[in-house]
């Protein structure tokens, strides 16, 4: 079946400028993460969701990201006032959840963001 | 906090041969995942392979296996007759079992693959 797609692929954008970056989850998959690569670097958890529960937020650099999930499937990330510093890979990836078990995270593509 | 450690940033192989990454995690639970994603040029994180805690043979996909150390904390990945698509990024992440939990990476192998 169709995997995680994001869009879109690459994001150019002048700093101070708002951004939005779409997930589209595995049908039926329940949980939904973001995470951020930076040039060189693992990726760094960004939020998570699950279900209608509310979102675990902990890993938000600053209140300049937010996160939003409609309906249980797609997600949007949010960046305010984009600084250079945004720049980076944005992966999401989306699981199962059975039990109380998660399932192995399947991953999008990644929107690349440049922040000029 | 569990952190996830690659010490190494780059390794190469010649085709057709075997190559080991390493990886060592550091947390206090007893019962968590590990798991081993490759990631190619196109961006994409692949799922390589995938071990439990607490099953103590080693998981084996094909050509790839694993090393799990419980012990010393060590989930090295074993690539038998390397190709060249097995050239990419190659990243291993723990993760608790139980609950609502988010994947912590290490930094990161870069494979290359020497024909």
């Known amino acids: 079946g169709a995997g995680v797609s994001q869009s879109p692929s690459n994001k150019v954008t002048e700093k101070g400028k708002d951004v939005e970056l779409r997930c589209d989850p595995i049908?039926?998959?329940?949980?939904l993460y973001w995470y951020r690569q930076s040039l060189g670097q693992g990726l760094e958890f960004l939020i998570y969701?699950?279900?209608?529960?509310?979102?675990?937020k902990s890993g938000l650099p600053s209140d300049r990201f937010s996160a939003e999930r409609t309906g249980g499937s797609v997600s949007t990330l949010t960046i305010q006032r984009t600084q250079q510093e945004d720049s980076a890979v944005y992966l999401c990836?989306?699981?199962?959840?059975?039990?109380?078990?998660?399932?192995?995270?399947?991953f999008g593509p990644g929107t690349r963001l440049l922040v000029l | 906090a569990q952190t996830v450690t690659q010490s190494q940033p780059e390794m190469s192989v010649q085709e057709a041969e075997t190559v080991t990454l390493s990886c060592t995690y550091d947390t206090s639970e007893s019962d968590y995942y590990l798991f081993w994603y490759k990631q190619p040029p196109s961006r994409q994180m692949i799922l390589v392979i995938r071990q439990e805690a607490y099953k103590q043979q080693n998981a084996t996909e094909n050509r790839f296996s694993v090393n799990f150390q419980k012990a010393a904390k060590s989930f090295s990945l074993k690539i038998s007759d390397s190709q060249l698509g097995d050239a990419a990024m190659y990243f291993c992440?723990?993760?608790?079992?139980?609950?609502?939990?988010?994947?912590?990476f290490g930094t990161g192998t870069r494979l290359t693959i020497i024909p």
């Open positions: 049908s039926g998959h329940t949980a």
């Open positions: 969701f699950q279900g209608n529960s509310a979102p675990d």
């Open positions: 990836a989306s699981s199962l959840t059975s039990g109380g078990y998660q399932e192995t995270q399947y």
């Open positions: 992440a723990y993760r608790k079992s139980f609950g609502n939990e988010k994947l912590t």
